[in-house]
């Protein structure tokens, strides 16, 4: 997915990948600009023999491999099956609210700001709740969900006085509060109180940067770039002569000797192919019930390998994924639509997934972008608004519409739509109600914000 070149957006994504890896340094930041959450976060990267994974794991400077290998295995152990597990899914670049939704009958002022990009009257299917919206036919997935009950819709969340960058307003959702200052990330703070100090699965981000939501001070979290990708590479070796090759490795660190310098180096082999061994099963990708057939692409992939790992016992908490390319100043007929398509099949496949398994009621999904896009067009695109779209979606979802359509006819100061509910107070409902904590701890003022009913 490619965005449209917006140069705050370039700079985000330019500043958070550096502040992700470990040593390279940060750019200059513009006055004002907020760092990003886990700025500083020390990184290591090791395979774990007991997942399969190859991890990156942030905040866990004292503990070495074995500690953690061990803090995973410990929390596997302990976690009960039903332990619930919360999914961010994050929209990068500002999702258009009025695509996801688009007001089609009802308000006349939708038509005529939108002479290129307004959906022709009819197409889509309606909301219960509201009829005067429709979900994007290329959202027919999460569409479909919904009619089964299956998704909470907020068709205005987001904040007061909504800043239009990319970097701070991001910056806002992922500490969980409107502080430029914020350095650690909500669902970070959340595992500070509730997570362990060896367990770096409580935490993952599925994606080859750490997200900042989960920036945690205390605990350790842990970045998967491809899960179903993890191998040993060897020069100019590859193929059937390969597989010869560590299959004689294998065999080679099993005899016993009295040598001390070869008896380490048959070790070392020997736990080679115990490691080749039991990455195996992952080579040939995850397996996927029949039922629940995904799309191409790295997101489908990624919730893909989640389905999986979730029934694999794995000791997640909170998962956080990134699919970027929403800004769209430009071309947006060209861009978007291709973009919805894929984000609501695969989270369509992936309740499909964890439906066939039987572990459906474990997995809330939350689905946010930094904010909406103006309810008038540029001509080909439209620019950075304020209030947004939100879903949460599983078969634990409420099912209930969170805060109204603000409509048209009344837009905020800045000729924006207004938001008709709080994300703070969307937080401080999914901590309570779903992951079982208090959120006053995780929340700063977190008394201020109305709690909408989330699960059922």
Not at 105 to 110: D, I, K, L, M
Not at 136 to 149: K, M, V
Not at 254 to 273: E, F, I, K, Y
Request: hydrophobic share 40%; aromatic share 8%; with cysteine.
């Amino acid at each position: 997915m490619a965005n449209c070149g917006c140069n705050d957006y370039s700079r985000t994504q330019l500043l958070r990948r550096a502040a992700a890896q470990a040593g390279q340094g940060l750019p200059a930041i513009e006055q004002g600009m907020p760092l990003p959450a886990g700025t500083g976060l020390t990184r290591r990267s090791f395979v774990s023999r007991a997942t399969g994974l190859a991890l990156s794991v942030y905040g866990a400077a004292s503990l070495g491999p074995k500690a953690l290998e061990h803090g995973i295995a410990a929390a596997a152990a302990q976690a009960p099956a039903s332990d619930p597990i919360l999914v961010s899914i994050f929209l990068s670049g500002g999702a258009d609210a009025l695509t996801l939704l688009p007001p089609t009958s009802a308000h006349p002022q939708y038509a005529a700001w939108r002479p290129t990009l307004a959906l022709p009257a009819g197409q889509g299917t309606p909301l219960t709740e509201d009829p005067s919206l429709r979900f994007h036919p290329s959202l027919d997935g999460i569409a479909e969900l919904y009619g089964e009950g299956k998704v909470t819709v907020m068709p205005a969340v987001g904040y007061d006085d909504a800043n239009q960058s990319h970097f701070t307003s991001r910056h806002y959702w992922e500490v969980g509060e409107v502080n430029p200052w914020g350095r650690w990330g909500w669902l970070g703070r959340y595992l500070d109180h509730h997570g362990v100090a060896d367990n770096p699965l409580q935490g993952l981000a599925l994606g080859w940067d750490l997200q900042p939501s989960l920036a945690a001070h205390d605990v350790p979290v842990a970045t998967v770039g491809q899960p179903d990708n993890y191998d040993f590479w060897t020069p100019g070796v590859w193929g059937e002569v390969q597989d010869k090759m560590l299959d004689a490795f294998g065999d080679l660190g099993d005899p016993p000797t009295g040598d001390a310098g070869l008896a380490q180096a048959r070790t070392a082999v020997a736990a080679t192919g115990r490691l080749r061994d039991q990455l195996a099963p992952y080579q040939g990708g995850f397996t996927t019930p029949a039922g629940a057939t995904y799309p191409n692409g790295d997101f489908a992939g990624r919730l893909r390998a989640l389905a999986a790992m979730v029934d694999g016992g794995l000791p997640l908490k909170v998962v956080a994924i990134e699919s970027g390319g929403y800004d769209t100043h430009s071309n947006q007929l060209d861009s978007l639509p291709g973009d919805l398509l894929e984000i609501g099949n695969s989270l369509r496949s992936f309740q499909r997934d964890l439906e066939a398994r039987g572990i459906q009621d474990r997995v809330l999904v939350h689905v946010w972008s930094e904010f909406g896009r103006r309810p008038e067009e540029n001509g080909s695109g439209t620019d950075h608004g304020a209030a947004g779209t939100g879903f949460l979606i599983g078969s634990k979802a409420k099912g209930e519409m969170v805060g109204e359509f603000p409509g048209l006819a009344v837009l905020d100061e800045d000729d924006n739509l207004r938001n008709t509910s709080d994300f703070r107070g969307v937080y401080c409902a999914l901590l309570e109600q779903w992951l079982g904590v208090d959120a006053a701890p995780i929340i700063p003022n977190a008394s201020n914000f109305a709690r909408p009913a989330l699960v059922a």
